[in-house]
């Protein structure tokens, strides 16, 4: 205490400012506070760090947490629940185990379609990956990493061949999600475009189709689910009197797997085709007409000055909205859910709701399990695609 | 500006049609034991007791208690829940809030609650089944000494085997009984009375006179219906159906016997067998006879259908013969005992055997007959960490649904989901008049009912921990893909024996027998 005192009385003594000397003192500190909050440090303090741990707190947090509950299995007790720790034997269970048949499908000898394919894959990336090497214009990690690339390629077609082109061989929850993802975006893009292509005319009646094309976009996806489980009921549905008049009396959509996934494919298109469209509509209308005119009048075709000239020019659009479509329908689980329960069998059951059966049945540990299958799979798609896009649109440019 | 408006209200016009269709007209995708009918709305509960109820004084009894319900949305079960809580609380001065969901989120929300300590509801009605997942971590009020001394809930008037199945476990009573729940065939009593046939007694009956119906204009629309109709959709039914068709393949030495494993070894005798493969088959069959998209049905589906004179039989819980009046089936509706089987599995081989006087010691004309106490019925539990005020709210309450009065009149209602469990709705026969089935379809109702209730080898269902997992996760989904033609037999089989053995592995084997065989030692 003592040494405090005598340290305080040992400072040098400044001169006692005078009073106008004080006010610019002050003012200059006031400023220079202000400053020090313009600075981007106390920018990140205000700003940036809130923001970090809302993320925290809401997203990294759950996911750890959910990371944990895949390694698990749920324990009731007296007064309580337990987390029992168990490795990874619900991926194991998913992977390798029982739930195989149901998540991967049931995996057999590819017949001679399916070796055709693998044969043909494996060619296509030996020689890709060669060309790569030889080019020199690749370093050592890009290769090795192009390699890692090609094997995972050839290891998905592998799986994908046992389950679709062979005989015995069935598709589970993993592929069955691949399908209504690629086969969803291929009819809603396709659709889309061609909607937008026709309504970016001066035809008449065209704010009036804009409006209605955008009509099932505005239904919720259970309420779509509804609607279509009516439609394509056969014996009882509104539309009975037309398969009726068709022959189709004894026609269903529900004893075929193939006929119910195409159910579920003509659902998520008829909901999502507006999102596609609507996006391109906008992305084609403030395209600057006059480059397409004077390819026209240089004697372009129009699937010429379509393919050539409108094509790229949407190209980034196309990107993004293809990059959203894709993480979205990946989650896809009100219509195989509504329309079918996932079935026939486990026909249409993707790996969202495979997930929400398991939880249902509060089997926590393996739906925490596919949740985070699904996650690994939306970003290596997501990445792969990404990349992919990136290289051809900066060609393009 | 006209052009514009006229465009944005016919957008509008759509809209509010496919919003206002959408939801409402078709059944639930995740449909429940007890589903939508649709049958003409049956007569309304007499106005008694609520109109006894509105002249008297409100009641202080529980006044200012909120008691939260969670139960299931099928508009049933909810429904009188809904209907009778106004009554409810007039008396007692309380406040009932019903929260409905889908039959599939009952459990997962429940156990969630009570387990996380979150106590958001203060009872539940619920599938008895799941009581062993309740009871064990200690979710569930101790109501032993409330029923034996609640003269408003006449406990004794409760059958036994309700007292016993739905609201006991392990010695102590923790529901209370709102339902009770057998399987039954239905079938059309005109049909079969022209052309001098008798109701089924085996399955194979049951295939022979659904072929012979099948196709024919049975309603007299012009129209070609159904031999059968069996709700058959995933996520729903169907899992209940087949433990009905193989109940007699499986149990012939009475209900101690047990139809889901051996009660030596706990190996399911769902799993590789002669039986299975047996019922499995003639289920497939079933479906020769059934409306094309009927993998898609659920009971909704399958109830409108011999409601409207589509179909020549089909099986249920009780709900078909309380949908019946008013509609096409009024009067053209008969109740009969499952069919049997004159074949019982021999458990040693794993092969199929003739019934005897020793394989088949209960059989009826050499018929094994199994009835399937399938589900058990409707209960109400209470939550054992709610406030006491709304523990003895919550129990009032579901002993005013079950009281004698009350009940009389839900369970002859098709609206309600509720089927008779009381001597008194045996006995008593006025309120069935009432609510519109005539005196011969009320005996033959209430016949098939008993006769399925005092069969000394009625077949109980699955009640142990983890019972939803071994039913609607594992026999549903192996039943779906071998109705799909994803799975052979054989592979149905594995699949079940597969899925149930990791299950009583995870829940720890010895605990599991001890629990099945535990739950076989029901009170009659």
Redesign the interface.
Same mark, same amino acid.
């Given at each position: 205490m003592a040494s405090s005192d005598s340290s305080i009385d040992a400072a040098p003594q400044e001169p006692v400012p005078s009073g106008s000397a004080l006010r610019v003192r002050a003012a200059r500190q006031a400023t220079g506070t202000l400053g020090a909050w313009r600075s981007d440090g106390a920018a990140r303090w205000l700003f940036i760090w809130p923001a970090v741990l809302l993320i925290l707190v809401l997203s990294i947090f759950p996911l750890v947490a959910s990371v944990a509950l895949s390694l698990s299995r749920l324990a009731f007790h007296q007064g309580g629940v337990d987390l029992k720790l168990i490795g990874f034997a619900n991926y194991q269970q998913l992977l390798f185990g029982l739930e195989r048949s149901h998540f991967l499908g049931v995996l057999r000898t590819p017949n001679l379609i399916g070796w055709a394919i693998v044969i043909a894959t494996a060619a296509l990336t030996a020689a890709a990956w060669i060309r790569s090497a030889r080019s020199g214009r690749v370093r050592p990690m890009g290769l090795i990493l192009r390699l890692i690339g090609g094997l995972l390629l050839l290891g998905s077609v592998w799986i994908l061949v046992q389950a679709l082109a062979s005989d015995g061989g069935r598709p589970g929850a993993l592929i069955v999600t691949l399908i209504f993802v690629f086969a969803g975006i291929l009819f809603q893009y396709t659709l889309g475009l061609g909607l937008a292509m026709l309504l970016v005319q001066q035809i008449p009646w065209r704010r009036f189709f804009r409006i209605v094309f955008l009509v099932p976009l505005t239904i919720t996806p259970v309420g779509v689910g509804y609607m279509f489980l009516m439609m394509t009921d056969t014996s009882k549905g509104p539309l009975e009197p037309i398969w009726v008049a068709l022959g189709l009396r004894n026609f269903t959509w529900v004893t075929d797997p193939w006929l119910a996934r195409l159910a579920v494919i003509i659902g998520d298109t008829w909901q999502w085709t507006p999102f596609v469209f609507i996006v391109l509509l906008a992305a084609l209308e403030s395209l600057d007409q006059e480059v397409r005119e004077a390819a026209l009048v240089d004697g372009a075709g129009r699937w010429q000055a379509f393919r050539h000239i409108t094509l790229p020019a949407i190209l980034p659009v196309t990107t993004t909205i293809v990059l959203i479509r894709l993480i979205e329908g990946f989650k896809i689980i009100d219509m195989p859910n509504i329309l079918l329960g996932g079935g026939p069998g486990t026909a249409t059951q993707s790996m969202t709701l495979q997930a929400y059966i398991d939880w249902n049945t509060l089997n926590l540990g393996r739906s925490a399990a596919i949740a985070y299958l699904l996650l690994i799979l939306v970003s290596v798609v997501a990445t792969v695609y990404v990349g992919f896009v990136r290289r051809r649109v900066t060609e393009l440019a | 500006m006209v !052009?514009?408006f006229? !465009?944005?209200a016919?957008?509008i016009v759509?809209?509010l049609v496919?919003?206002a269709? @959408?939801?409402t007209? @078709?059944p639930s995708? !995740?449909s429940p034991p007890a589903s939508t009918g649709t049958a003409s709305t049956p007569p309304s509960a007499p106005a008694a007791s609520a109109s006894q109820v509105a002249a008297a004084s409100p009641g202080t009894k529980f006044k200012g208690v909120n008691v939260n319900i969670l139960t299931f949305n099928g508009p049933q079960v909810a429904e009188p829940l809904q209907r009778r809580a106004p009554d409810w609380e007039q008396l007692t001065g309380g406040h009932v809030n019903v929260v409905a969901v889908g039959f599939?989120?009952i %459990? =997962?929300k429940a156990?969630?609650d009570a @387990?996380?300590?979150t106590n958001s509801f203060d009872a539940y009605v619920f599938d008895p089944q799941w009581m062993g +997942?309740f009871t064990?971590?200690?979710y569930l009020l101790d109501l032993t000494d409330r029923v034996k001394n609640d003269p408003q809930l006449d406990w004794n008037d409760i059958s036994a085997f309700h007292r016993d199945f739905n609201a006991t476990y392990n010695g102590k009573v923790y529901t209370i009984p709102l339902d009770g729940d057998f399987h039954m065939v239905y079938y059309r009593t005109d049909l079969l009375a022209k052309d001098g046939l008798k109701p089924p007694a085996t399955w194979d009956d049951y295939l022979a006179i659904a072929q012979k119906y099948n196709g024919q204009d049975l309603n007299g629309d012009g129209q070609p219906d159904y031999g059968s109709c069996i709700a058959k /959709?995933?996520?729903?039914q169907s899992y209940w159906w087949i433990i009905s068709i193989a109940a007699g393949l499986l149990q012939a030495k009475g209900t101690n016997d047990g139809a889901f494993f051996d009660t030596s070894n706990m190996n399911p005798l769902f799993g590789p067998n002669e039986a299975m493969t047996k019922a499995l088959e003639t289920y497939a069959k079933t479906a020769e006879f059934g409306?094309? =998209?009927e993998?898609?049905q659920d009971v909704g589906?399958s109830r409108?259908l011999f409601t409207t004179g589509r179909c020549a039989l089909t099986m249920d819980w009780g709900d078909i013969g309380t949908l019946a009046p008013g509609t096409f089936a009024q009067d053209k509706t008969g109740a009969t005992i499952t069919p049997g089987w004159k074949q019982v599995l021999d458990r040693a081989t794993g092969k199929l055997v003739a019934c005897d006087a020793t394989t088949c010691p209960n059989a009826v004309d050499g018929v094994n007959y199994a009835p399937f106490a399938s589900f058990g019925g409707w209960s109400g539990a209470i939550n054992a960490k709610s406030p006491k005020a709304n523990q003895d709210a919550a129990y009032d309450f579901l002993s005013y649904m079950s009281s004698p009065a009350i009940s009389a009149v839900d369970v002859t209602l098709g609206r309600t989901g509720f089927n008779p469990y009381r001597t008194s709705q045996f006995t008593n026969k006025q309120p069935w008049l009432d609510a519109g089935l005539s005196q011969a379809a009320t005996d033959n109702y209430l016949g098939a009912i008993k006769s399925t209730l005092e069969n000394k080898n009625m077949v109980l269902d699955l009640r142990i921990p983890l019972t939803?997992?071994y039913e609607? +996760?594992v026999l549903d989904?192996a039943v @779906?893909? %071998?109705?799909? /033609?994803?799975?052979d037999a054989a592979g149905t089989e594995q699949?079940i024996a =597969?899925?149930w053995n990791?299950i009583t592995d995870?829940a720890g084997k010895d605990k599991q027998l001890a629990a099945y065989v535990a739950s076989l030692g029901v009170q009659r």
């Open positions: - | !052009s514009r006229r !465009s944005i016919a957008a759509p809209i496919l919003t269709c @959408s939801p007209a @078709s995708a !995740s599939q989120t %459990y =997962d156990l969630l @387990s996380t300590g +997942d064990g971590p200690g /959709k995933k996520g729903a409306p094309p =998209d993998l898609n589906g409108g939803k997992r609607q +996760d989904t @779906s893909q %071998y109705l799909a /033609k994803e799975l699949a =597969d899925g990791a995870e």
